[in-house]
Nanobody
Framework: QVQLVESGGGSVQAGGSLRLSCVAS????????MGWFRQAPGKEREGVAT???????TYANSVKGRVTISTDSAKKTAYLQINSLKPEDTSMYYC????????????????WGQGTQVTVAS
């Protein structure tokens, strides 16, 4: 029922920018945490940024100052704007959602998208 579809990834040069999108459908709850996570080969999945339905956003230290997470409720879409991309940002980026909790960043998510690949060339 719940479907999250990411887009916007690609191959870019270091220093460039990308805006990832996540379109949600079939989400059954009135409140949410929405998150962007990433996982590179051989590394654990890490949270990049989360935001809840109140607009409270949390960012990983590694991306603070370079990343903005936002949502457009009318479009049922979440975005991740990434600026000043670094090679270490290379990863598969996943969109995820769950019912609201006050610890969105550290919470376990049960709805996941298929991912969109971000590759940053040096």
């Amino acid at each position: 029922q719940v479907q999250l579809v990411e887009s916007g990834g690609g191959s870019v040069q270091a220093g460039g920018s990308l805006r990832l999108s996540c379109v949600a459908s079939g989400y059954p709850y009135s409140t949410y945490c929405m998150g962007w996570f990433r996982q590179a080969p051989g590394k654990e999945r890490e949270g990049v940024a989360t935001i809840d339905n109140l607009g409270v956003a949390t960012y990983a230290n590694s991306v603070k100052g370079r990343v903005t997470i936002s949502t457009d409720s009318a479009k049922k879409t979440a975005y991740l704007q990434i600026n000043s991309l670094k090679p270490e940002d290379t990863s598969m980026y996943y969109c995820a959602a769950r019912k609201w909790t006050y610890t969105c960043y550290s919470a376990t998510y049960n709805y996941w998208g298929q991912g969109t690949q971000v590759t940053v060339a040096s």
